[in-house]
């Protein structure tokens, strides 16, 4: 198992490529998520500001609108699927019988 230099030296590029990768994925994640909250704040602040209450609120309810709009998109996607499913299954069979 012995190991030459210039596959050391490969397997050292290899992996701080790899790892500065891994670190700028990270800090760019981090940014993402502090750009999704601030934009979350800033609605509610102006939604407070412009028809009043109080920013809590408006920010509770931007987070439940946001879960509710995934919930009922996830089910409609779901009903579709069923549907397409069952045509599918369906046409197979008159396709069968027909032919």
Excluded: H, P
Aim: proline fraction near 0%.
């Amino acid at each position: 198992m012995s190991e030459t230099r210039g596959q050391r030296t490969l397997k050292w590029k290899l992996n701080f490529l790899t790892s500065g990768i891994r670190i700028k994925s990270k800090k760019s994640d981090k940014m993402k998520q502090r750009y999704k909250i601030s934009i979350w704040v800033a609605l509610a602040l102006a939604g407070s500001l412009l028809w009043g209450g109080s920013v809590w609120f408006w920010l509770a309810g931007i987070c439940a609108g946001k879960f509710l709009f995934r919930l009922l998109l996830t089910i409609a996607l779901a009903i579709t699927a069923y549907i397409l499913a069952y045509a599918l299954i369906i046409g197979a069979i008159l396709w069968l019988l027909i032919s």
